[in-house]
């Protein structure tokens, strides 16, 4: 149990790492055209999960996002016993990510973030981001599970540049990026609705999915 | 079957939101530099493709397309009395995806494009994108069916840019994006010439690998 | 054997309508921005290799190169009777596939190209990229052949950016383009170094890999 | 063994090519903007790891980096006698795959590098990427050995972004590097801290990940 904790632990860690880290260097190098900066943003992102997924995968089922590990006990994967553990995990190193990313940068660990994320049109895309990947997640993970990294990472990929909120679709993820007042930072005040609308989705996948496709557990 | 319904439609809405979805962020944030926002778009549909290929394979073949479908009950794959439900999941997906991607960006539901793509040019590029995605669903889906979503998100990929009329390449697709004025459009009177070349190109696809390759059914 | 001629002819079809028809795109679009001009150029070339060495390798082995297929020969793969119908479909399958990207973008179908390729920085840079094709060819094809599309596909992908010459490292590549006065042209009077340059380092590769793995055929 | 020290040298002539000779087009091709040339930097670097790792892992386990090599041996996987023939190939290897890029950008063979990159958050970045890299290497190349390469190849695309240093994260390519007055260039007096840091990261991965996993040998 100690190393599935420390295995979802690093993982955010180097996924947060990412996200922000890649959205300072992209913001600083793509002299405002903003396309070009969320591009580089969007395939480290993308590429890191394909890395990750595979190298944590085996330990700790690399779920890295509060709303998997949630939905997986809904639905008799995980147990519930461990689902307070790989949540501590998940958002201590989501944050120990973020000044990661800012000690590389030589930036203050922490800083609440000024960038604006409000309105129905950002909700609704969490939303629709969140519904999205976790009809990736059961869809894949039950009938391909060795491909899962691969479709995780290329739907968030594409997710980045489908929904107007660049797709955070993971709470532990929403709540490190409002302490980075970079490319990637959300303002705290826009944290809640975030979350509950990645909640909204993450539930309502997962239950189309258990009539779509009736199963027992995930195991990314 | 319903389950295959559903997986349908729901694979034709989330392919619909992230061609529109990503085409209107792109075109926003690329300051005009076009070739910048076509390959926005163009990583982000092609990425989805795997994603929703790996998804709904599993489950409903994740056509997606009408022409498979066709194509696919013509070589008998697929058996013609689900034929209809098929066509009418995925251009009701279609829409549905069109509807959400504007939602996403706080657009009204459906506007009718006033993009012209017309011309002998356009029509043979559509005859040409058509015929080169049956032949890569048939080669690989008989020989190596676990590579197709991979298979055919490249070939997107890559066929948004070698074709002028950015590969559309699927009816269901050409309907729903006349509902969308934006970088993805098509206007509505450019529909019909782009669905005949896509019926006649993927026609010839199909009866071209029939001799190729001899073959039962397809099952991507 | 008529299937695998048609596949070769197809698959260099594909493969030059997508070389070409890419190139005039990204350059009509990217605003006289040469790099991404060329990214977008590499990227379609790169996911369209995955998708065609997917689609025909399991009906003639998918070479589209005269060098790989006369070194395969070379080596005891394929056999010598076989060489001479590889070698005209892959060359009429080229020019076949200019034609076709020509017309997609209303263009005459054949220019002769004024794009000058020449020195000996571009003659070396089309001997090192073609050692590292085959390197990569043999090195696949032999331990791990259900690789070899993406391992292909992702070589040209860079071989198209750390060469000097854009890596054309196929004779009937070089000959087609040598038609298209376009973005991936290149000027007649420099396509006989290029090949020449080819086919030494299709020689040298497959020589050194003969005695890196001794090995008997190639199906990629 | 002979053939295993050719493909180490190989395998790292052909990743230094990569790196600089992309980085000398991307340069030169990029009208000063940065964010667009590490990009094509980027793509050509992760691309070549994938079909590299694919084409020697058989014969070498296209370790390409001396702390990959040095850290398998401590964990028991290569035997100690075969280290110094593999450290030796990797660096030749390396500088020779500068001279070659150099070669084919009509550049001489060696020209020390005058970029900067010193400073704590640099170094910092270092260790990180290394201890990313090695991280990744250990949990696929233990659970999933046929995904490393991709693993490897998406890991770096994303740490070329999330790092300030652009993720050199190998001392072989460190020293090369600093042979190239080009885009992908480190100072000499830079290199030592470079190394160092590296060592510590691949150190720190190493150690975690045999608590993490239980494990014998490495073969990626």
Chains 1, 2, 3, 4 share one sequence.
């Not at 461990?82 to 998940?90: C, D, F, I, N």
């Not at 976790?134 to 060795?146: D, I, K, M, T």
């Not at 489908?162 to 490319?183: D, I, K, Q």
């Amino acid at each position: 149990m100690a190393r599935r904790i420390v295995s979802e632990f690093l993982g955010s860690a180097l996924l947060l790492a990412t996200v922000v880290g890649s959205g300072i260097m992209a913001d600083r190098l793509s002299g405002g055209i903003v396309a070009l900066a969320l591009l580089a943003n969007t395939i480290a992102t993308g590429a890191v999960l394909v890395a990750l997924l595979l190298t944590f995968g085996p330990i700790s089922g690399a779920h890295l996002n509060p709303v998997v590990t949630v939905c997986d006990a809904l639905v008799g994967g995980i147990g519930w016993r461990e689902v307070p553990g790989y949540l501590v995990a998940q958002v201590s190193g989501a944050f120990a990510g973020v000044a990661t990313a800012h000690a590389m940068f030589g930036l203050p660990a922490y800083v609440a973030s000024t960038h604006i994320r409000s309105g129905p049109a950002q909700i609704f895309s969490e939303f629709v981001a969140t519904f999205g990947l976790l009809a990736v997640v059961w869809g894949c993970s039950r009938a391909r599970p060795s491909a899962t990294p691969f479709a995780v990472g290329a739907y968030i990929t594409a997710a980045y540049w489908f929904t107007a909120s660049t797709s955070f679709a993971n709470p532990a993820v929403t709540l490190a990026r409002a302490a980075s007042n970079t490319f990637a930072g959300i303002r705290p005040e826009d944290v809640g609705w975030f979350i509950a609308a990645q909640c909204a989705g993450a539930l309502a996948a997962t239950g189309l999915f258990q009539w779509l496709q009736p199963a027992k557990s995930k195991n990314s």
